[in-house]
């Protein structure tokens, strides 16, 4: 499975960040198994979820802190690449 992702380190916080599809990240149940589900690969991280609605609004979900940090920057800032998982 490839999957579109990101590892970021701001002020002392190493986090990762996955593309999810809106419906994964509007349930909090299938929030919560997809972060677990990327945990082996991010260890030791915190994970936040993105999706982004049909006119391109990301919405994050995780971590508070790490959300608030988010929503203040241009999804075209992060350091997006693709991973392979499996």
């Avoid at 996955?18 to 198994?33: A, M």
């Avoid at 391109?56 to 929503?71: E, P």
């Amino acid at each position: 499975m490839k999957f579109q992702g990101a590892v970021i380190k701001e002020q002392g916080v190493t986090f990762a960040i996955v593309v999810v599809k809106k419906h994964v990240l509007d349930s909090p149940h299938q929030s919560e198994e997809a972060i677990s589900s990327f945990m082996p690969l991010f260890p030791h991280m915190p994970i936040v979820l993105m999706a982004q609605d049909q006119r391109g609004v990301a919405s994050y979900r995780g971590r508070r802190d790490i959300t608030n940090f988010l929503v203040n920057i241009h999804v075209s800032q992060i350091p997006w690449r693709e991973y392979t998982f499996g």
